[in-house]
Each structure stands twice: as structure tokens, then as C-alpha cells.
């Protein structure tokens, strides 16, 4: 796509100029003949299979948009039971990914669907988190509502990156941390025991899904 159309030229001769070639925007492609002559769409359908469910201009609607390039793809090479590309990070949030790309297929909507579902579950467990600490309503509400509106949860939770699974799965660490950490100091050990293990539990969870909640 936009080489130098023919083969090679003869020792001592110029290369053959392309016979008018219309312009075409940067980061265009485009196919040519051997005398020099761009080819129309229609006459490279024989160099294509299924050409017609090519988009004409690729974009997030249709396609993958920033680490979405390697996390969409490899929750569907989990799926496929090959080798993954991404293996910089543990594999829990490519395969949760992957949920969504078995339910709706490999479409953009297939591969952000649990991102998005999980973003949105975040918001009752930050309520019930803050509830939990400053004991006020009002209060509460308005903390989840900024973090709704948050530009980097909104944007995150809507694209099929990891970092959604790791802020889930570290919220619900911290949360039932808390609730051990706030326990009277002569409660009994089974009653503390609890959070602890769930809190342990999503740790691990979160570390499954990104090695940054490691260092959390």
C-alpha cells in the first residue's frame, strides 16, 4: 500500500513515474497498477476477501482504540486457546474481556460491555464505602457523584482496558479492610476473620487482573 508501483527499474534507467496520481490524504492507502495508474476501489476486489465489511474510515465505533489494540485482542486469543500477545500483566482482565466478547462477539460493544458493567458497579460499593465511613448520606451521594463524573473513570470504564478490573477489585479490598480495621479491639477473631479473608481475596483478584494492585 502506497509502494512504488512495478518491479524494479533496469541498471542505469529511472524508474517509471506514476501517471497522475490524484492526491490522497497522509496516512491514506492506496493500490497501484504496473504502468503507473492508481486503481479504483472496485478494481483491487480480486487482491480482497469480504472487502464490503471493510469500514471505509476506521475509528473506536468500529474498532480498537488505544490498549484496547492489545487487551481486546488477546481476551479473544484466550478465548481461541492460543498463545496471547499481552502478556505484560496477568490474565483475569483479558478473560473477563472476554466475557463480553462471548456474549456480543468481537465488536467493539462485545469487548467493552463488562468494562463498562463493572465501572458502573463501582459507584454503589464507593457509596456504600463512604456510607460506611463518614456515616452521612448526603455525603456519600455526593463523593459517588463526582467520582461518576470522574473524567478518567468515565473514560477508562468505557474502553476495554485491565485498569477497570484493578481500581474494582482494590476498591473491594480497601472496603472490607476497613471493616476489619474498624472493629472493636476485643471483637471476637472469627468476626474479624471474615474481612480480612475478603479482603485478601480481592487483592489477589485485583493482582490477577494488573500487577500494579500489587503495589497498592
Known sequence: TGSEPGGPAAPGTAPPPRANPAPFRRGG??????????????????????????????????????????????????IEGVWPYEITHPPLGKILIGVGIRLFGMTPFGWRFIG??????????L????????????????????????FMHYTQTRIATIDTYSVFFILLMYYFFYRYFT????????KGLRWLVLS????????????????R
Request: charged share 20%; with cysteine; glycine share 6%.
Open 29 to 78: 492507502r492506496a493500490v497501484w497498477a504496473r504502468e503507473g495508474r492508481r486503481l479504483a476501489f472496485a478494481e483491487t476486489t480480486p487482491l480482497t476477501d469480504e472487502q464490503d465489511l471493510v469500514p471505509e474510515r476506521f475509528s473506536y465505533l468500529n474498532g480498537t482504540y488505544f490498549d484496547e489494540i492489545y487487551h481486546a485482542r488477546t481476551a479473544w486469543e484466550h
Open 116 to 125: 463498562v458493567l463493572f465501572g458502573i458497579l463501582m459507584l454503589p460499593i
Open 127 to 150: 457509596f456504600i464505602f463512604l456510607k460506611n465511613m463518614t456515616g452521612s448520606t448526603r455525603v456519600s451521594s455526593c463523593m459517588t457523584a463526582v467520582f461518576a463524573f470522574d
Open 183 to 190: 472493629l472493636p479491639w476485643n471483637a471476637p477473631v472469627k
Open 200 to 215: 485478601g481475596l480481592f487483592f489477589g483478584l485485583g493482582a490477577a487482573s494488573k500487577w500494579t494492585v500489587v503495589l
